[in-house]
C-alpha cells in the first residue's frame, strides 16, 4: 500500500524520539515517582492493600501517565531497570507503612519483557524482599494476558510463586484465552476490567459477565478484585455477587505516597466509610 504523509506524524515521531532520549537520563535523574491507589475489602469495608502506579515527573511536559512513555519503555531495554526501580521504590514504600503500623498489600504491574526466557525477575524480587524486611506473600504481581502469552512465563511465575508471591491477572474479560491462563498458571487472584464495572448497574450483560466471573475465580479458590468502581450503586451490586475487593475513584483517585497517608491517617480503623461521617 501507500500513505499520505502528515506533517502531524512527524511531530509526534519527533516527540517520541525526544521522550526516548529522556526516557534513558530519567532514573538518574529521579524523576519517577510511584502514586499508589487503595484496595478496600468489600466484607469488612477496611483498605486492604494498594496499587503502585508509575508516573514521569518530566522537568519540561509535567506529570506523564505510563501510556505516553511505557511502549517506548517495554520496546528497549529500558524495561529491566525501570521495573527494578518500581518494585524497589514500592516496596521501600510498603515497609515505611509498615513500620508506621500500616499493613497493606503492595501490587505492581509487571510487563511481558520481565518474563522472557533470560528473565532474572525471580532473584531481583527475592534481592528486594530481603533488602526491604517485607514479606513475600504481601507483593502481589499484577500481569495482563499479553505478559501470559509468553512461552518463558510459566517457568518464570512458578519460581515466583514458589518463593510466596500471589500473581493476579489484570484487566481479566479483555482478551481471549482468560480461561486457558486460569488452569495452567498458579494465579491466586483476577482483576474484572474496568469496562465490565462502570455500567455494571446500568448494563445487564455486564452483570451477567460480572456475576459469572466471580463465580467462577472462586471456584478455583481464587480471590477477585473489582476495577473502576465509581459509584455506590456498583460497589452495592459487587457486595451482592460476593466480590472481595474494589478499586476505583469511589473510593480515592491514585495519589502520592504522603497524600495518601494522611488519606490513611484520617481512617484510624482502617476502614473506608470512616471518612463519610
Not at 222 to 240: I, Y
Amino acid at each position: 500500500g501507500h500513505a499520505v504523509f502528515d506533517a502531524a506524524q512527524q511531530k509526534q515521531a519527533v516527540h517520541q524520539l525526544a521522550l526516548l532520549s529522556d526516557l534513558r537520563q530519567c532514573i538518574a535523574r529521579n524523576e519517577l515517582v510511584l502514586h499508589y491507589q487503595p484496595k478496600v475489602d468489600l466484607g469488612t469495608r477496611k483498605i486492604s492493600g494498594v496499587e503502585a502506579l508509575l508516573r514521569w515527573n518530566h522537568p519540561v511536559h509535567g506529570l506523564l501517565l505510563p501510556g505516553t512513555f511505557m511502549p517506548e519503555v517495554e520496546r528497549t531495554e529500558l524495561i529491566a531497570p525501570v521495573t527494578r526501580w518500581v518494585l524497589d521504590e514500592a516496596l521501600r514504600q510498603q515497609r515505611l507503612w509498615s513500620d508506621e503500623g500500616v499493613d497493606l498489600t503492595m501490587a505492581v504491574n509487571i510487563s511481558a519483557g520481565s518474563l522472557g526466557r533470560s528473565s532474572n525477575l525471580p532473584d531481583i524480587v527475592a534481592e528486594l524482599t530481603e533488602t526491604w524486611g517485607t514479606q513475600p506473600d504481601r507483593l502481589i504481581l499484577e500481569l495482563t494476558e499479553g505478559a501470559l502469552v509468553e512461552a518463558s512465563a510459566p517457568d518464570v511465575l512458578a519460581r515466583l510463586h514458589n518463593m510466596g508471591e500471589r500473581m493476579s491477572i489484570d484487566d481479566f474479560g479483555t482478551g481471549y484465552s482468560s480461561l486457558a491462563y486460569l488452569q495452567r498458571l498458579p494465579v491466586d487472584e483476577i482483576k474484572i476490567d474496568k469496562s465490565f464495572i462502570t455500567r455494571l448497574a446500568a448494563v445487564s450483560d455486564d452483570a451477567v459477565i460480572v456475576r459469572s466471573t466471580i463465580d467462577l475465580a472462586h471456584n478455583l479458590s481464587m480471590t477477585v478484585v473489582a476495577e473502576g468502581v465509581e459509584d455506590a450503586g456498583a460497589m452495592d451490586m459487587l457486595v451482592g455477587y460476593g466480590c472481595d475487593s474494589a478499586q476505583g475513584y469511589l473510593f480515592n483517585r491514585p495519589c502520592a505516597p504522603e497524600q495518601l497517608t494522611a488519606w490513611l491517617t484520617e481512617r484510624p480503623a482502617g476502614r473506608w466509610e470512616s471518612a463519610l461521617a
